[in-house]
């Protein structure tokens, strides 16, 4: 059994939620946001509250029964508050600037990095922080991932993309004679 799965999910005033043709679409103060979901999982909507069953017992209709239910609390959260992941880029001579939908990076390679911003992405660069807002949490969590694995960081200096909340393991280099 699915200790996610049995959770009833609230639906919190100024968003709908409606599920037909298994396509859930979420609207709320910040947006919309839909998802295909297999028809393994029956969805009941009932006045405020959301909850799921799987239509079959075995392995695969019970891992998708608490996959489908977080999928469907992160999107009624992301409507009514957008997601932020933060990557600091420490290094001397690393750089970066939004143009337009691109990211422009220098990151000590003989060339600039140029990477598309999806367009459900806002992008701020401070001083070397930056910071991705999106309702969606998959699509901010997975842009954030890819320009970090732009430039990972190292373990001597600690130069390169890092999430604002991860520490790095220093490493101690090499010793003198």
Known sequence: MSRIGKQITTIPEGTTVTFSNSVLTVKGPKGQLTK???????????GSEISFKPKQNDAFGRS???????HTKNMISGVNTPYVKKLILEGVGYKGEVLGNMLNLALGFSHPVKVEIPENITVTVEKGT????????ELVGSFAAKVRSLKKPEPYKGKGFRYDDEIIKRKQGKKAA
Request: aromatic fraction near 20%; hydrophobic fraction near 40%.
């Open 130 to 137: 930056y910071t991705f807002t999106s309702i969606d949490k």
């Open 36 to 46: 295909k979901f297999l028809p393994i999982i029956e969805v009941n909507i009932e």
């Open 64 to 70: 998708l029964w608490g996959t489908y239910s977080s």
